[in-house]
């Protein structure tokens, strides 16, 4: 089945130890997206891709960077983990001019000790 | 102010019964709605698509005031698989912008 793939599921970083996470889609969609969520709150987008045209949020610190080397893969790299940066991390594709139709990935929990 | 605010609850519920959602939308320039489903810890999923006035799918209607800047869901006959968090999303395509709102909890009982 076509879908969006996050690795790993969960994933456990040291305070300042950087981590990578990873997103695969065999929807061929062009718009990639990656969220934050925390508990009880909505998800908060901090970048996303329109092909290959990088959209960096405002408001996303510079901690956080992301990587789409080809239309079916994005890296989302947190360069030195603070303990606010614990969330559920979640990759979504769209087809481009159907934003809004998100198709989410399963997401990766990220815990920092 | 938020630019897309919801009630957070819990709404609970009984089995069979009606219940309705609010959200409620800051941008002017939003052109489409989404109602999302978000299980406990797990991805969000599309619910439901609202471009003009509303939509109807089954047990769930949505509707779009844009006079108010608001959008409702509408679900009738509530079932226990019911029990979710349900995320607003409004889209502004000029800005390839997707807000969600923190989502409203329901938990449907017997």
């Known amino acids: 089945d076509a879908m969006v793939i996050q690795n790993p599921r969960y994933q456990v970083t040291q305070f300042g130890k950087p981590v990578t996470l990873s997103c695969s889609q065999t929807l061929n969609h062009n718009v990639m997206y990656w969220y934050q969520q925390k508990s009880s709150q909505a998800p908060k987008l901090l970048f996303h891709y329109y092909d290959k045209d990088f959209n960096n949020e405002a408001d996303t610190p510079d901690n956080f960077q992301s990587r789409r080397p080809n239309t079916s893969f994005c890296f989302l790299d947190i360069r030195s983990p603070g303990l606010g940066d614990a969330a559920m991390y979640l990759c979504?594709?769209?087809?481009?001019?159907?934003?809004?139709?998100?198709?989410f990935g399963s997401g990766t929990q990220l815990s920092v000790l | 102010r938020k630019e897309v605010e919801q009630d957070p609850g819990p709404f609970n519920v009984p089995e069979g019964a009606t219940v309705a959602f609010n959200c409620t939308y800051s941008n002017s320039a939003s052109q489409s709605f989404f109602w999302y489903r978000q299980d406990c810890r797990k991805e969000p999923k599309l619910l439901m698509s609202?471009?003009?006035s509303g939509n109807e799918d089954g047990r769930f209607t949505a509707q779009l005031n844009r006079a108010s800047q608001y959008i409702s869901l509408l679900i009738r006959d509530s079932k226990l698989s019911d029990s979710a968090t349900y995320l607003c999303?409004?889209?502004?395509?000029?800005?390839?912008?997707?807000?969600f709102g923190t989502g409203t909890r329901l938990q449907v009982t017997l």
């Open positions: 999303v409004a889209y502004t395509g000029t800005a390839s912008k997707l807000t």
């Open positions: 609202v471009y003009s």
């Open positions: 979504a594709t769209s087809r481009g001019g159907q934003g809004g139709n998100l198709f």
